[in-house]
């Protein structure tokens, strides 16, 4: 009987945007000539499942031969089920949502928060969810909550940390260990080990000082916490910088951006850190992309444009192949938009659905199974 093999080639961007459903045992071969670290990942049909719904089966940078859903490596902080929570609008908001990163779509109702939150800062180690800080209507507070993101729920109380804070304690995590970044009239770092409940540390400080309103962004690399950009109303700075996980110290500079910005919605996979949005030295949104290696220092660099200008905070989060951004503010007008990008293929955002319309959101990723 005769076998006969059927190969498809295309970059991944383009993979991503058609999302075909592949035959049985069909492959899909995603390479991009301007992307090393796109070379040699392969995909195979099973006839009913799209392309963004399978999982890569090899790449020549995988020894092992396998990767995660969504094309990733070992992931520790990032995965396909998108979350965000809280905001302001009118009020704020004690809703959180989820979505498959994915496949573009609106939001689902995912649970509640504690309390009506803005300005609180999310993080994931895959499993849980957590929630930090934030302003509830009657100053900042100092609570953590969590959600284990496979199952929709409330969140439930993890500690406290070192001080109450907000505007905005943006969050990162490695898997291992979680930081919450400097806040307005604190530039202490706080740190916790997201599978272990209990009380933040003090794990060291931004040596920039305290942003003056927040706006911080934060990602991470498996070994780095990275902060980047913020700064006061009109005061915004350029910086990018970062501290180990697995040593309590203060911050060493990385770099800077290209664009002086705050209120950034910043995410990463294994090797890139994305950073979408924010507001510039006048206040107003802006709708600049920018993105760098994390695998050593340097400054950023663009990568395209959002599809509307705005202020999106802490909203970012991540599988392998995308970054997500969502709502956020300008001009008085907030908005539902969820964008999204490629990682590995810089260009502008493209509309993945709707969210509950709102800004300083907190965002995270992981594992929806």
């Known amino acids: 009987m005769a076998i006969r093999l059927q190969m498809r080639k295309d970059s991944p961007a383009v993979?991503?945007?058609?999302?075909?459903?592949?035959?049985?045992?069909?492959?899909?071969?995603?390479?991009?000539?301007?992307?090393?670290?796109?070379?040699?990942?392969?995909?195979?049909?099973?006839?009913?499942?799209?392309?963004?719904?399978l999982a890569y089966f090899y790449s020549s940078g995988?020894?092992?031969?396998?990767?995660?859903?969504?094309?990733?490596?070992?992931?520790t902080w990032y995965g396909d089920r998108g979350i965000v929570s809280g905001g302001e609008n009118s009020g704020k908001s004690n809703v959180i949502e989820y979505f498959d990163i994915t496949s573009p779509g609106n939001a689902t109702d995912f649970g509640d928060l504690h309390?009506?939150?803005?300005?609180?800062?999310?993080?994931?180690?895959?499993?849980?969810?957590?929630?930090?800080?934030?302003?509830?209507?009657?100053?900042?507070?100092?609570?953590?909550?969590?959600?284990?993101?496979?199952?929709?729920?409330?969140?439930?109380?993890?500690?406290?940390?070192?001080?109450?804070?907000?505007?905005?304690?943006?969050g990162c995590c490695n898997g291992t260990?979680?930081?919450?970044?400097?806040?307005?009239?604190?530039?202490?770092?706080?740190?916790?080990?997201?599978?272990?409940?209990?009380?933040?540390?003090?794990?060291?400080?931004?040596?920039?000082?305290?942003?003056a309103n927040g706006g911080t962004g934060a990602c991470a690399s498996a070994t780095n916490g990275i902060f980047v950009g913020g700064g006061?109303?009109?005061?915004?700075?350029?910086?990018?910088?970062y501290v180990a996980f697995a040593t309590a110290a203060n911050t060493t500079d990385w770099g800077d951006l290209a664009v002086t910005r705050g209120s950034i919605a910043a995410s990463s996979n294994d090797t890139t850190a994305v950073f979408?949005?924010?507001?510039?030295?006048?206040?107003?949104?802006?709708?600049?992309?920018?993105?760098?290696?994390?695998?050593?220092?340097?400054?950023?660099?663009?990568?395209?444009?959002?599809?509307?200008?705005?202020?999106?905070?802490?909203?970012?989060?991540?599988?392998?192949?995308?970054?997500?951004c969502c709502g956020g503010n300008s001009g008085g007008s907030n908005y539902n938009i969820i964008d999204y990008v490629t990682i590995a293929t810089p260009g502008n955002a493209t509309d993945f659905g709707d969210c509950v319309a709102g800004y300083s959101k907190a965002g995270c990723a992981g594992s929806p199974s």
């Open 232 to 241: 006061g109303f009109y005061s915004v700075v350029n910086n990018i910088d």
């Open 15 to 53: 993979w991503d945007s058609a999302n075909p459903a592949l035959l049985a045992g069909e492959i899909g071969y995603a390479w991009d000539s301007a992307d090393s670290g796109s070379f040699g990942r392969i995909k195979i049909g099973d006839g009913t499942s799209t392309w963004t719904q």
């Open 62 to 75: 995988d020894s092992a031969g396998l990767y995660s859903s969504g094309g990733g490596g070992s992931s």
């Open 177 to 211: 260990y979680g930081l919450w970044g400097a806040t307005s009239g604190s530039n202490v770092i706080d740190r916790i080990t997201p599978a272990t409940p209990g009380n933040a540390t003090d794990h060291g400080d931004l040596t920039r000082g305290a942003p």
């Open 276 to 324: 979408m949005g924010g507001s510039n030295n006048d206040g107003g949104a802006v709708n600049i992309i920018e993105y760098m290696s994390t695998a050593s220092t340097g400054n950023a660099s663009d990568f395209g444009d959002l599809t509307t200008a705005r202020k999106p905070d802490d909203s970012g989060s991540a599988n392998a192949t995308r970054a997500v």
């Open 115 to 170: 309390a009506t939150l803005a300005y609180h800062g999310g993080l994931s180690n895959t499993t849980y969810g957590l929630f930090a800080g934030g302003n509830a209507g009657s100053g900042y507070i100092n609570n953590i909550q969590y959600i284990t993101i496979a199952t929709t729920g409330n969140t439930t109380d993890f500690g406290d940390m070192t001080t109450a804070r907000g505007l905005t304690c943006s």
